[in-house]
């Protein structure tokens, strides 16, 4: 079984400029997360969306913008890149949010704003 | 709001000795505690989740406790090996969902 898949594995952008990040989950669940993993900073929490919903967010400015699409595959937006945006995004999925189930993570998308 | 800390930031051992790598949170009203392996530069690999209603959870050479009511967290490895070294991570999810909260890790090498 495939487990979480993110594209791309790395990804250099210019300041100023948007990024999109995707994240395909695990077959069968519904809720994908997305966390940063900025030098310094340890993994924060950026997103969640399931059954297509944003259901909340971490303390990030709204530049940062995702969604998910019909099939629980997910895009991560960053617009207007800051040089502090370079960092590990990492994306994980689980069951429907009733269960209280295990998160699985995918391997990360290394982005670098230069 | 929840704190999670990791202790200690780093460790180094022989191969072959058993250890302990400690977690705690400053708030017990948790669903659930995992631990995760991440290697450099890599994603995060599961490796063990404790509900809240459990003490412990084990998984060949890995072994987790929690007591909810202390905030805290150990996980124990067995026989450590080179191949263990690795940042260990612990993680709290503090409601539906699974927005979890991590601590800073403890990034272990174990020397042949």
């Known amino acids: 079984e495939a487990g979480v898949t993110q594209s791309p594995t790395h990804l250099i952008k210019t300041r100023g400029q948007q990024a999109t990040l995707r994240c395909s989950p695990i077959?069968?669940?519904?809720?994908v997360y997305w966390y940063q993993q900025a030098l310094g900073l340890g993994l924060q929490f950026l997103l969640w969306y399931d059954e297509g919903e944003e259901r909340n967010r971490g303390n990030f400015p709204p530049r940062f913008s995702g969604r998910q699409f019909p099939n629980y595959s997910s895009e991560l937006n960053v617009n207007a890149l800051e040089l502090e945006d370079s960092a590990l995004y990492l994306c994980?999925?689980?069951?429907?949010?009733?269960?209280?189930?295990?998160?699985?993570f995918g391997q990360g998308t290394r982005l670098t704003v230069v | 709001k929840q704190e999670v800390t990791q202790i200690p930031a780093a460790l180094s051992v022989p191969e072959g000795e058993n250890l302990v790598l400690n977690c705690s949170f400053t708030d017990s009203a948790i669903y659930n505690l995992q631990w995760f392996r991440q290697d450099p530069g890599k994603g995060l690999t599961s490796l063990l989740l404790i509900q809240s209603s459990q003490r412990e959870q084990t998984s060949g050479r890995l072994n987790a406790s929690l007591d909810k009511s202390s905030g805290r967290s150990t996980l124990y490895i067995a026989a450590s090996q080179p191949g263990d070294s690795a940042t260990y991570l612990c993680a709290v999810n503090i409601m539906a969902g699974n927005m979890l909260t991590f601590g800073g890790g403890t990034r272990l090498m174990v020397k042949p």
């Open positions: 994980a999925s689980s069951p429907t949010w009733g269960d209280i189930a295990e998160a699985f």
């Open positions: 077959s069968g669940h519904t809720s």
